[in-house]
């Protein structure tokens, strides 16, 4: 190559690249024959060593026939890549069916490309429920667009009876609660063909709707999107956005836009007969209901620029009151507008082509659509109102550790809706906003951190807060805080679905470790500082900074949190088997719950300690002012009689110690069970529990605080439980149990949680009782555990 390049010495850049290209492509000629001669070699070494019983050729392969390889290897139809590929298909039908009679029920077949994630991903061809060509047949006629129905009178633009309103109104409402179940909105919303052109659309009542719901899609869609809580499971954020992008959203018109129609319907309705009324008010009704569902939904959307957090949240909180007070009249009058035809998919007999869109390029693969019917739409919209105005409480709560509470409070009740987690966060987030300015994260962290334990150094009044020493350590720390992102992540995690929740609290767990490092560090600075300033002879400083544990238990509590509710989510999402249950229950009884309580009776003590402190200080400075004036002209301040002692964590460290008996009842009733023999086990050739123990505690093992436990020692430990008998066994898990309902029945205004708890503790207090008394000794079955009372803690059920 190199040597014709030289002799030629073109002169301009054309003639160059010309000889450069000419030059490369005889090379690559040359390069294609000398592979294509190695390969026939090959193929010659391979037909005489046929006795080798590792070497295949092609036909013993089942690749192609030997016309077909004859084909290929002569060339003609290898050379000419103008031609189609020419394929030997081969039928494996028979051989295909063969293989898999060979796999029993739950049995997979894996390759190294092709395991479970493959097999789950596959399309099945023929089956109408994964493919869509299916629901075709060939001599039907392609579903019409908007122009296509318009012209054939498919659809009618003006002149609609009121009948046909509602029930095109309702049909969208069951397509919109559809989309928000996690449906692509090609399949659902964008069936309605009226949704393509309002703009076309001649009837006023029917253009507003539509024009409605077209812009509550967009608004719908960047509430989830800033939210960023949502997974694939939960939700599809993207369609065929050239639909939306035909008519430009504007969202801030279309509340006087419905007002207007709505008033016009209204004094129409003054001029008819009764039945013709009630028919028009029912339109008037559901036009009403998303005026102000729209206005509620638009105004989380434009919270973080409102002046007050206050008045926003009101403004919503006054649109869902109306909302949820016009639901009622809307589901009385379903029947009146038109109804779905019977085995037809389309939700409404006018406006809706199911298959639409079912040969266009959707983000997933179209699957089998079932919308929802009328009644369970609005009972969905009905309770994501009253998810709403729950989630309005949000901004009551100032600091972390009660907003963290009401998010996993929130999440336990109201997870199931991507629409509602993500109004909480974004009602989270433009509160915190707008009450701490452009830093607000640090700011909301800093007055947490005062509200949970009420550092002095945090407190501006005292004057340790103006040393620029604490503050140049204080500022690192939350500046820290603040950059591992682990204390907003914790609230944000609370925003998605139960099962992705605990995923990311695994990792979420590693990162507390270097918090609670930078937590004691900060801590311990503290107290060196403290005996500097006592040095000084400064007491007031000194005493403030002394002792001083006020950040590690602050981060350290919030840990155990997250390994408590990581630990018994797994019963709730069914992860856990039976025979494991006994170490499940046994970390949180020995250890978790434990640190929980430590760490709010610490908190305690350090709130008491500075209320002794203030008021010691009080008296002095009483004394002192007395005693400066003669004491004549001022009466001596009188101690306050029966003063109650700050315990704000006194109802928390109650339901823990609930907590910590259940778990010890729970754990003991494990044992006895399977020392009884009536638990299942598995068969030992197949199982390792040292495995399946360190997996279940993987997330905890990176931490210092609490120190891992490894399976030897808490195989010592059950062996040690393991030598009482089987009846001291239930009688010890009886005895837990009666502690728990001691415990549960001192709470004062118990929730719905506590009594449930209770009727568990109470059942199984009877049942260990039973079992410690010989109960069906001969009858080693099995008992059932039943979580539909409380999703961490069974009823144990003697079949």
Known sequence: MHGTYASEQPTDFQAATAAAAAAAAAAASASVSAMRTTAEQRDMEREQNSNDPDEWSMSECGFADSDVQRAIRGGSAAEDITQYPIHGWVDVTDEFHDACSE?????????????????????????????VGMGFDKFDLPPPSFEAAVAMGAIKLDGLKPAELIGIFDALFACLVSWLEGNSMDQVLFTCLYLHAPSQIQDKALRVFCTAVRNLIVVIKN?????????????????????????????????????????????????????????????VHRLRFMRHLFQAIYQVELMAGADSAEEAVNEIYKNLNVASELLPLIKRTIDRGTQPVEGSEAPNPMGFSPRIHDRSQPPTFPRSIKIRDRPASYQF??????????????????????????????????????????????????????????????????????????????NPKHPVANDPKVQQHLETFFRYCINMKTFNQFIRL????????????AHLIENFDPLQVDAARLDSLMNQMANDRAMEGNESHATALKHSTHFSTWVLYNCFRAMLIYLMSGF????????????????????????????????????????????????????????????KNRKAAKPKKNKKQQRPYRQEIVYYHALLSLCGGMYKAMGALTKDGRVRLPMSKFDNEEIRYNRRFAPFMPLTSPPPVSYAEFKNIRDHMMLNSVEELYSFAAKHFDQARNVLESIQNPEQEILDLLQIARTNFVVMNVLARGHQKEVKRQPEFDFSKHSYFPIIKLK
């Open 103 to 131: 796999l029993l029920p739950g049995e997979l077949a894996q390759d190294m490309l092709f395991g479970l994630f493959e097999a789950m991903s596959a399309i099945e061809i023929m089956d109408p429920k994964m493919d």
């Open 223 to 283: 509430i989830i999107i800033l939210a960023a809580v949502n997974e694939e499971e939960d939700f599809q954020l993207y369609g065929n956005s050239a639909l939306l992008a035909a008519e430009k959203a504007q969202p801030s018109t279309i509340a006087g836009l419905l007002k207007e129609v709505e008033d016009e319907l209204v004094r129409k309705c003054k001029q008819l007969t009764s039945t013709e009324n009630q028919n028009l008010m029912a339109v």
């Open 381 to 458: 919209l009905e309770e994501m109102v009253a998810r709403f105005k729950y989630a309005c409480k949000v901004i009551r709560y100032k600091d972390y550790y009660s907003a963290l509470n009401f998010f996993i409070e929130y999440s336990r009740k109201s997870g199931h809706c991507i629409l509602s987690r993500s109004v909480l966060q974004s009602l989270f987030n433009s509160s915190i906003l707008l009450a701490h300015g452009k830093q607000s994260m640090k700011q909301f962290l800093r007055h947490s951190v005062q509200a949970f334990n009420s550092p002095p150094v945090l």
């Open 494 to 505: 609370c925003g998605f679905n139960r099962a992705r929740q605990r995923d990311k609290l």
């Open 572 to 631: 709730e999402l069914e992860l856990y088997a039976v025979h494991e249950f006994l170490y499940i229950y046994w970390y949180p009884y020995e250890f978790l719950i434990g640190f929980l309580v430590s760490a709010l009776t610490r908190t305690e003590n350090i709130l008491l300690a500075q209320e002794e402190y203030a008021e010691h200080q009080s008296r002095i400075q009483s004394n002192g002012g007395n005693s400066g004036s003669g004491g």
